[in-house]
């Protein structure tokens, strides 16, 4: 992050007060931007003890979403509460924006039996009714709700199974290289994780059958993973056979 060297003010830079230091950083939209400025002097780090700091880290934090729903008439829209309302059809929704740097988290609490959950190519888009396999196996992510997680027409099983009441999290990481999809179950990282993520993707979640819905409860920034891929863990390449008989689970 460059900080214009001159303000036209008494002792440049740090001769600006607290409101307009606080208005900066609310120009600010990358994490490591954000904390690299908090902490280029005393000034500067004392900018947390302000009474609207939280408020515009929040902002910052929070990413502001849109679903692509594919039809209204096939899912009930309530806030952050979607629900599949078709005894028919079945729904493929895409959040925007698209994910191409940071760290990124997004948690759901399945209100109902969701079916799956995962990521596509930023080319992937869904008409009404059409499966999340419709643009084609190897540019997608499946994570079903039974824990078995699938790329281009392959799988590995071993993740937990998600239902009713389950807090489920994905977090891609798209500032390391190679760029990583972790899954989480109640808080708890499950083992098998895909690299190689491409450059640019979009999350999305599945809705089958009728009254299945789930809560949308954080879709934010994270400065550091959570993930560890620790002892344990099996990384799966994206693009790539996954033979799972011939690795450890």
């Known amino acids: 992050m460059s900080v214009p060297s001159e303000y036209n003010v008494i002792c440049g830079f740090l001769g600006l007060g607290?409101?307009?230091?606080?208005?900066?950083?609310?120009?600010?939209?990358?994490?490591?931007?954000?904390?690299?400025?908090?902490?280029?002097?005393?000034?500067?780090?004392?900018l947390k003890d302000h009474m609207h700091f939280q408020q515009i880290i929040k902002s910052i934090i929070n990413i502001d979403y849109?679903?692509?729903?594919?039809c209204l008439d096939d899912v009930s829209v309530n806030g952050d509460i979607f629900t599949?309302?078709?005894?028919?059809?079945?729904?493929?929704?895409?959040?925007d924006p698209i994910i191409d740097k940071g760290i990124v988290m997004i948690e759901i609490l399945d209100l109902k039996k969701i079916r799956a959950i995962g990521i596509a190519d930023k080319s992937v888009y869904y008409k009404r009714n059409e499966w999340i396999q419709a643009r084609g196996f190897d540019i997608i992510i499946q994570c079903w709700n039974d824990g078995?997680?699938?790329?281009?027409?392959?799988?590995?099983?071993?993740?937990?199974?998600?239902?009713?009441?389950?807090?489920?999290?994905?977090?891609?990481?798209?500032?390391?290289?190679?760029?990583?999809?972790?899954?989480?179950?109640n808080?708890?990282?499950?083992?098998?994780?895909?690299?190689?993520?491409?450059?640019?993707?979009?999350?999305?979640?599945f809705l089958q059958h009728l009254g299945e819905s789930f809560k949308i409860l954080k879709f934010q920034k994270i400065l550091n993973p959570v993930a560890q891929h620790g002892s344990g863990t099996q990384m799966w390449q994206w693009g790539k056979e996954w033979h799972q008989k011939n690795q450890q689970n």
């Open 18 to 46: 607290q409101d307009i230091l606080l208005e900066v950083i609310r120009q600010i939209s990358e994490l490591r931007d954000l904390q690299q400025f908090l902490i280029i002097n005393t000034k500067t780090f004392r």
């Open 66 to 70: 849109f679903l692509q729903v594919p």
């Open 84 to 95: 599949n309302i078709s005894n028919v059809n079945v729904s493929s929704i895409l959040f």
């Open 148 to 185: 078995w997680i699938y790329n281009i027409n392959d799988y590995v099983k071993g993740n937990s199974q998600f239902d009713t009441g389950d807090h489920v999290k994905m977090e891609l990481n798209m500032e390391h290289d190679p760029h990583s999809l972790t899954f989480f179950v």
């Open 187 to 205: 808080d708890i990282e499950q083992p098998h994780y895909v690299v190689g993520i491409p450059s640019e993707v979009r999350i999305w979640i």
